[in-house]
């Protein structure tokens, strides 16, 4: 099964040349290499550009308020299908003695959805801005501007902060649904959501999901994972945060040392996560990825992506082992990462230079040598490179290096059929094929098109650090996580908070796709 390509004149299947050298490199001629050209054609995505689709700056969502949003969410099916059974088995629980509850659970569970979208971190502060002169039209969707049959009072029509609910009683919904109940509810809305997406905006999403970003970010909190010792009696004390870690400080992670978790998400070319996982701070976070790929992935996004297009999976550098890259490649994505980092300081430069220079011999192939960030040249430096991909009948990504030139004749490398052999001091150090019963020593960036100097690779970087910028910007600015210390005493309270807001992003979506054509958004 093989994508569709451009056709060129070096025969079907293979993209236009990109310019003869290799790239980045010097040829051993003295002739200054010309620089690939950045071509997508029609086998590579393009990225996208705009804002994510829930900035409060997008035209479709300008008009609307927080209560409003709010509906949004309550109104989609899969609310309907996970959250209002739970809810509405919450108030069928409730005691049938004495007078009937003020509010419902859906309506205390809407002041919840409330506080995430209005991004402050407690109910007090939110409840202030339901119950403010500005929050008159939101109380009046959400439905808190109605009679309230109060304990010990008569039946009134109350106003402003009155009829909305009390901390106390907010308080209290949230004891009976319990947190670990309230996480995994939200965690499934928002896997529902993403299936519920798939279904009635397919083209959309699959575009959106032709290029996939994966990033981590930590969120820190004020409690502390380690056990306490009380000097004067000896007394242990247990960690006041339960599932998290501590990571010490260092001259390359200011601002991300500390208690707290770590956030592992992968979001589409628009800042849209498709799934994420919170893990302790000091976890690997290229092994959450890999679980992740291979569970919840493979579980919910993988079965809407069975076609041919090639999709393009990008990370930096913390993602950037063997086995990360096999995952990639098994999900049906080319992987963009570099182990040598692009970052304008003098050590990742020198590093990089090293890498420029480095030669890697091929076996059985003398007139063609990798440097060492496995990007292809030839002899007499006239060569040139191509792009070139294809699926198995399982999905899987198939990626190939290609060269061809007219002195040095040509070769082709497939990504996961290579492996390294010796070491950086020896002098025969180079790439042979991988033999049975080598399979463990695969270097998956053999063969990887998508190499260090490659214009197409730059681009996906630079989208991937732009759009990750704009989705980890609203996590902070629009939703009010992920900005400071936050007081979370266990990791599923955390995560019960990220899910909530995943959910109301996948919900904001649906508002730039229908707009308001539907009526499940007529409030």
Not at 213 to 227: A, I, M, N, P
Not at 244 to 261: E, L, S
Not at 341 to 349: D, F, G, L, V, Y
Request: aromatic share 8%; proline share 5%; with cysteine.
């Amino acid at each position: 099964m093989k994508v569709g390509r451009k056709e060129a004149s070096n025969g079907p299947g293979r993209e236009a040349p990109n310019g003869p050298g290799s790239p980045g490199c010097m040829p051993p001629n003295g002739k200054s290499a010309r620089r690939r050209r950045r071509r997508f054609g029609t086998t590579w995505p393009e990225p996208t550009k705009g804002d994510v689709p829930y900035a409060k700056s997008r035209p479709e969502l300008a008009g609307l308020s927080l209560g409003e949003q709010v509906r949004i969410v309550m109104n989609t099916p899969a609310w309907a299908e996970v959250l209002r059974p739970i809810l509405d088995a919450l108030d069928k629980a409730r005691p049938k003695k004495g007078p009937k509850p003020s509010y419902s659970s859906e309506e205390l569970e809407s002041c919840l959805l409330f506080q995430s979208l209005a991004g402050v971190s407690t109910y007090a502060e939110a409840r202030a801005l339901l119950g403010g002169d500005r929050g008159e039209h939101d109380r009046a969707v959400l439905g808190f501007d109605k009679h309230r049959d109060r304990v010990g009072r008569s039946l009134r029509l109350v106003t402003s902060r009155e009829g909305v609910p009390s901390d106390a009683t907010v308080w209290r919904h949230k004891q009976r649904f319990g947190l670990d109940e309230h996480a995994r509810a939200y965690e499934e809305l928002f896997e529902r959501l993403i299936q519920e997406h798939f279904e009635e905006f397919p083209e959309q999403l699959s575009d959106e999901a032709r290029v996939v970003h994966w990033d981590g970010s930590v969120l820190l909190s004020h409690y502390t994972s380690f056990e306490r010792v009380n000097r004067a009696t000896g007394e242990v004390k247990e960690p006041t945060l339960k599932g998290g870690d501590f990571r010490p400080r260092t001259r390359d992670n200011w601002g991300k040392a500390g208690h707290g978790f770590n956030m592992v998400a992968a979001v589409t070319q628009s800042g849209l996560p498709l799934c994420a996982r919170l893990t302790p701070i000091n976890k690997a976070e290229y092994k959450t990825a890999q679980s992740i790929i291979e569970d919840e992935w493979r579980r919910v996004v993988a079965p809407h992506l069975q076609d041919d297009l090639v999709r393009v999976m990008a990370f930096d550098a913390a993602y950037s082992g063997k086995h990360m890259r096999r995952a990639v490649h098994r999900a049906g994505f080319v992987p963009n990462c570099h182990p040598v980092s692009h970052a304008a300081r003098k050590r990742s430069e020198l590093n990089a230079a090293a890498k420029d220079k480095a030669r890697l011999k091929i076996r059985y192939c003398e007139s063609w040598h990798l440097n060492g960030h496995q990007e292809l040249s030839c002899a007499c430096g006239q060569g040139k490179t191509f792009r070139r991909v294809t699926k198995k009948r399982s999905g899987e990504a198939v990626a190939r290096l290609e060269g061809s030139c007219e002195e040095c004749g040509s070769v082709s490398l497939t990504a996961g059929d290579w492996r390294l052999y010796g070491s950086a001091k020896s002098k025969t150090r180079g790439v042979a094929k991988v033999l049975p019963g080598e399979e463990d020593k695969i270097d998956w960036r053999v063969g990887n098109p998508l190499t260090f100097h490659d214009p197409l690779s730059t681009k996906y970087g630079s989208a991937r650090f732009g759009q990750n910028e704009g989705f980890h910007g609203a996590m902070v600015t629009r939703f009010g996580l992920l900005k400071e210390k936050a007081w979370y005493r266990s990791k599923t309270q955390a995560e019960r908070d990220l899910f909530q807001v995943f959910c109301a992003m996948h919900s904001l979506l649906e508002v730039c796709f229908f707009q308001f054509k539907t009526p499940r958004f007529l409030f």
